[in-house]
């Protein structure tokens, strides 16, 4: 059986952090266990899949049947910055455990979470090859600075979109390490679209509400502005109140900031306000119909510039967290998210309308694409990365072997009726001979050879030739 | 009193790992101490600095005179990848609560060792600036992935060869954020040439050494490959003890592999044979003057293709460590150290020559460069970094201050002798006009008013006009 | 001045983690606080003092005007008892740094919770002194083994109670080193009674609700069977309901299960429920005055058996979490709690009932006594514990210095009318002496003086006397 | 097949630290893997056994050829108390997932040092059930505060000597759960005295050595007092110096203060000096050969005081690190060792001496006990320590069952000839009846009937009854 170059199966690592990144990494999940023949899959979950404030999200990937390996608390309480680094130092204290006793071929890495960098950082040191998927993005906020990082620890990437790919190449990654396949996450959107999607809009915003009738807002804290992106959320509540639609308001991710937010929905009674629903999660498949069909969606999760693209559906990106991202028309920014009239006026602009589908993030091929370059992964081909800068000129400096190739005695010839010189390599191959006659007296004779040796010399380094010594020539050189 | 643009001391903490980085660091700090009206200095002292077998090197630091604010223990024992991972997250575990309590403005790092990364990721999670030293070089290994990370955390860099800051403007990151200052250890090195060595050349070699006779050997472990590089050591090793002259042997630097390695040195009774000297550490001044003088530096350290140069000093270069770095014509690279006899031979090759100077690492000003890069950084620009990708194509998306700009209605005037429609914006007004002849009948009135606002409202789009709505013109307007 | 018998003040450090463990630290910081010449006060803060969802409760301390020197993440996020573990583990990689910095002559450590034992081991360790406020009680939860725990680290206590005080002597506590204070926070709790209380009651209960006409309800889960203890939250809840009076349910302790526990609570609506009132966290002398006017106290909480028997105020303790506890007799005991109609039959037994009050746990005098205590600690007497063990027998072994002095020699005098021989010890004392006629043939003498040596090294054994060598005794010992 | 009163084999997680821990484990791991029918061996090593620097004695374990489960990097480089709390720390906050991991029912801990005490904390915590090998002994050092707060937190006690036990029964430990075993390295100990020693005495001491005539020396630092020990030590290694016997030296623990006394050997050129022989670790069968066969033995391992005494070896313990310990008359103490002389004079009195045997540590039948002990235990019984304290008085709260027990109803019959009251119990006995003849007119009837009630009120109260109300009685009540 052929398999990756290699003779057996291919050790597939996955972890995943909270219900974002597995929104992604499940339908490659799915893939790698379809191919029993070519991969060996170990899940490791860890992040904010284990904490009962976000859902408990670690039963998703038990309800979809992938046997959790292992299961690590990383998150240390806090909700601010310190917080957030002590957990990523939390999962490099214990990571190494665990990726001694599976010793994957190559761990896959979604993202641009702090979780995300500490699967990276750990694999990368140990030797073990990263596979990121979503690399090359762009959102104007520290996660760029993250997802960046994670790409330079990386061995392999996956990315989404053309300009990703672009950004990729451009930060001197190795083309050849980079497959666009596009977004996991699209394979099952694309094919989800026709399902019978009343009974789950119903399910959860309400018995009475209509297709294209509501809204789904989704804001997560921005860690370098945590202040400012509170008051955002505050504004945006109230504008959203005002709008009087039904609204599903999902709870922000677990990041600095997320306490305060989910403070201020209580202050705004959004629990309990006849027109809200407020919920932790919702399974993304269920999901994906929400947002198809919705009214319009608002907030500044990356789903919505993202994965809502690929139904037309209207959104509202508030604030910068997305502001660099790729979108389709769908998407209106309010960047300057400073009064509530302005988000009250965008949602006027957006509720209701039908965009063009994109197909920016995805064509609805991403898995077998992903699968196919897996098992292109060479695991002969050497760990180290290369980095495609442009070129730079030559070192000065030369190497040993090279210099062993071209390392050369001059061979003198005495003898006979010539004077002969040879430039004679290591290897015995005569570079380059000088013969004259040969002068009748002796000062005359070693005048000459001193000065056939001095033009030798000179000539030598041009051939690359380096002059050790002088022997007198054996007979086989001298002929 | 004008500083940095701002109203106060730039906070500086300098954070220090081991004797290498010290010695690129200790020329700022001096530096930044001499300037106690534009900074405040705070010391953080981590890593091998602690350790005992690594000669507890923290008390150069308080030799120099500076106070360490902080000495944290961040190394995990193991000896492995493992631990090298677990140390990284020791210290994120523990530095939040040191940044917490310093509050610096910016956080100075150096180079592309595991602990500057734990460094420069919890500065960059908790929003603290970075000045990453010596960054954008590429010396062919897992390094490089280190140091490329760090380069994407940090806010500024300061580089210290051409090449480093093409490849950090090829990598996107932002120019203006690049200073090429040359290595801050150059500074010392330049200045320091003429002193009185010989005394220091016989404290560590013995006082039958002579100048020019005697050799620095420096070898690290590989962390990629361990194994190589301590076979590697063997060999050259065995080659020094052949090649039989006075040797200063410096012990590795705490990485996955050093035990391994002294316990070759052990095994070959270094410490104990005539001819060579085994130390852990030389304090930067003396072992500047024991490279500038020696016949020859042998190994894979950094300091060998980069320090050394300055002097002319013959070196040779092991293995792949530092296959990728600039060097000048002094160096010679034994890549595939594979035989004991490979490597001799470049020590008959290079042992006793004297090379050119090179400047490519320095000119000896990289500190008064590096103070008032320091100075220039303006605390109220926004903290988040821009990457400086190539140009990508539009998106199609907008914001909602654009549109607001841009909003128009038609207005539309009955009565009189003509009818009139105009485009008027938000702000009143009137982007285009339209005139005709009022028709007879109502029909005819009521056909052409339609056929004008569609006309109006077609060309509205091509003017960046949003027709919200359609209204009778006011007096004003109409007149 | 006259300080601790020492010659300055004494760095008391304390660390103080959760509202519970305050409410007995505040009134000793305050009373540390009124003598600075005799103490300089260090106040750490940790766990979940710092953690949002259970009050930010670290503010009470700012509000209480101490400076907080340092503050510590330390719970790791997981509800369940893996979290409780790495959050003592998190606590110990963090404290070292802290202690080393404040190098405190003593810590203050109350209690028996998980962070007071990772407080407890980072002192013991490190050597400095531990005072333990609370100890030697039971209350027959997994609690009693961590208390003990730390009874056994620590080197100085203070015990609330007088079979407290016997349980630390009965378990080889030292005497001497124990305090019998009372509990710190009766101090308050006595002093407070006579306060305007009507305005805390309506703030906390509503405006319509009466002295002695509303329940107090405190319920923590029993981390060692976590099921069980969610069970009886359940019941005890629809018991209250059924009730039908004016009821405050405040939110646990943040233990495994304590997610789980809140969870039931939004189950049954109790933050909605018009007679419930559902808080975090009251300041403690507002606490007070709630339990002190209550017409019952119902749960699990310490609090329960012991402060509010200083009203005689009725408790109905639920479980065994506090069973092994002194009480006063106005506590009744549901220690099988497995059916709504029994804790529903306890209330109306004890529901308004006023008993006396008790002053089993303190009679208001606890910190001046403590300050006492503390002030006679001598810092020159060693840190070493000793735990006073009934007397087993003698070692067979022995000192040396015993020894030597009972060393000894036998002086010999040969010459003479007498033959003389002495034991005679290393400070040359004469132990004991032989004398008898010396016999005229010198066989007859070496005989005899044999004869002597043999009997007298056999009494030596007797007169603990360890014969090493016979001599020729100088005159003034033969004399 | 009946095991344990359990219905499944049980599960057994032995946790093993170091050479020292392993040498008492070692004994019981065999005997556990003899019966597979009633055990499942997990093996978890971690703290020294995996560094370098102590030999990497984790490869004993697998040439004895137990399958090591989890292997875990605990320990924080550092050589001081500091980096000894923060490994405490690193094992807590990896144990967690290795025991959710392998879910034993019961944990296996040796000892008294600080990786026992996280393996202590972390199992305690998680309701895992300890069995702690060697507690209640008494040493004198900062090791007693560990153990004997190991003791607290384990559930079952295996102890080597009487004494020990004495203690852990003074310190209110359950006797049920408490098992006088002897040390389990006795068995080997003394089963192992009649082979071919010579062979191994000339191994580690060289082919001239004899038997009886060198010197076995293993001195730990005191963490207490580290200044101190390495004091001592330099002393020690001064007197063996000038004794001039063939001495093996080891190389202390790994604690803090051991980099320091490596240092002093090296400083005294004990590693060269053709007396000493300087080993880090020795296989424990051939340690014990080495011992028994010593001329003397000397330091303050607690090997010297416990295991040695089994041969009649001469030992001079150093110190106060074992002061309290149990001894054979082997045992030389030199407690305040100030001076070398003191030192050397006890070489004198020791070397080439032989005790008579002691069997206080053991009398070779350990493990089979220890066997037969686990078996034991019943994991249906609740896992809560009961603490046995001498009793105090009763409390004066009551448990609502015993209440409902006796809840009792005064019946009153009214009519015919008597008025009859009786008090009923809940279950419906009739407690106690009272009859009066019925007075002829109501006021009287009252009036008596009042008085009837009041009186079996009073009563009521001796006899254990609470009265709740009065009822007519019914027919057979009151016939």
């Known amino acids: 059986m052929e398999k990756n170059g290699n003779n057996r199966k291919l050790r597939v690592c996955v972890a995943t952090c909270n219900r974002a990144d597995y929104s992604k990494l499940a339908p490659i999940m799915f893939g790698i266990k379809t191919e029993p023949a070519f991969f060996e899959l170990d899940v490791v979950v860890l992040g904010s899949h284990l904490i009962d404030d976000y859902g408990n999200t670690y039963r998703m990937i038990e309800q979809d049947d992938f046997d959790i390996n292992t299961r690590l608390h990383t998150i240390v309480r806090g909700e601010d910055e310190a917080a957030m680094v002590e957990s990523v130092g939390l999962a490099l204290v214990k990571l190494p455990d665990v990726l001694n006793r599976l010793k994957p071929d190559i761990m896959i890495v979604h993202g641009d979470r702090f979780d995300a960098l500490a699967l990276a950082t750990?694999?990368?040191?140990?030797?073990?090859?990263?596979?990121h998927i979503e690399g090359g993005e762009v959102s104007g906020t520290i996660d760029d600075s993250i997802r960046h990082a994670i790409t330079k620890l990386a061995h392999y990437h996956v990315?989404?979109?053309r300009s990703a790919e672009q950004h990729l190449i451009s930060m001197c990654e190795d083309h050849d390490r980079i497959?666009?396949?596009?977004?996991?996450?699209?394979d099952k959107l694309l094919s989800a679209k026709n399902k019978d999607y009343m009974s789950i809009i119903r399910m959860w915003l309400g018995d009475d509400v209509k297709c294209k009738d509501y809204i789904v807002a989704l804001q997560h804290p921005v860690t370098t502005d945590i202040?400012?992106?509170?008051?955002?959320?505050?504004?945006?509540?109230?504008?959203?109140?005002?709008?009087?639609?039904?609204?599903?308001?999902?709870?922000?991710?677990?990041?600095?900031?997320?306490?305060?937010?989910?403070?201020?929905?209580?202050?705004?009674?959004?629990?309990?306000?006849?027109?809200?629903?407020?919920?932790?999660?919702?399974?993304?498949?269920?999901f994906i119909q929400l947002?198809?069909?919705?009214?319009?969606?608002?907030?500044?999760?990356?789903?919505?510039?993202?994965?809502?693209?690929?139904?037309?559906?209207?959104?509202?990106?508030l604030g910068t967290r997305q502001i660099?991202?790729?979108?389709?028309?769908?998407?209106?920014?309010?960047?300057?998210?400073?009064?509530?009239?302005?988000?009250?006026q965008a949602l006027h602009l957006q509720f209701g309308k039908q965009y063009p589908c994109s197909k920016i993030y995805g064509d609805g091929n991403a898995v077998p694409?992903?699968?196919?370059?897996?098992?292109?992964?060479?695991?002969?081909?050497?760990?180290?990365?290369?980095?495609?800068?442009?070129?730079?000129?030559e070192n000065i400096s030369q190497d040993i072997d090279h210099i062993l190739e071209t390392l050369s005695a001059l061979a003198v010839d005495l003898g006979g009726t010539n004077l002969r010189v040879a430039i004679v390599?290591?290897?015995?191959?005569?570079?380059?001979?000088?013969?004259?006659?040969?002068?009748?007296?002796?000062?005359?004779?070693?005048s000459l050879i001193l000065q056939m040796c001095v033009e030798a010399a000179a000539e030598a380094v041009k051939l690359n030739c380096r002059i050790l010594g002088v022997a007198q020539a054996s007979p086989q050189v001298a002929a």
Request: charged share 25%; glycine share 6%.
């Open 122 to 131: 750990s694999a990368a040191l140990m030797n073990i090859r990263i596979l």
């Open 159 to 161: 990315c989404c979109t």
């Open 179 to 186: 497959l666009l396949a596009g977004c996991p996450s699209y």
């Open 227 to 286: 202040k400012h992106s509170i008051k955002m959320f505050e504004l945006t509540l109230d504008a959203l109140i005002s709008f009087n639609k039904r609204t599903l308001v999902l709870f922000p991710n677990i990041d600095a900031g997320s306490k305060e937010m989910v403070r201020v929905m209580r202050k705004k009674g959004i629990e309990h306000h006849p027109n809200f629903r407020a919920v932790k999660h919702v399974p993304f498949d269920q």
């Open 291 to 317: 947002v198809a069909h919705a009214g319009c969606m608002i907030g500044n999760s990356s789903c919505g510039v993202r994965e809502v693209g690929a139904f037309g559906t209207p959104v509202i990106n």
């Open 324 to 344: 660099g991202r790729e979108t389709g028309e769908n998407v209106l920014h309010v960047r300057d998210a400073d009064t509530q009239d302005k988000i009250l």
């Open 369 to 393: 694409r992903i699968l196919k370059f897996l098992k292109s992964i060479d695991l002969q081909e050497p760990l180290q990365k290369k980095f495609c800068f442009p070129p730079v000129k």
């Open 425 to 446: 390599s290591m290897k015995g191959e005569i570079v380059k001979k000088y013969t004259q006659f040969n002068p009748k007296t002796y000062e005359e004779r070693i």
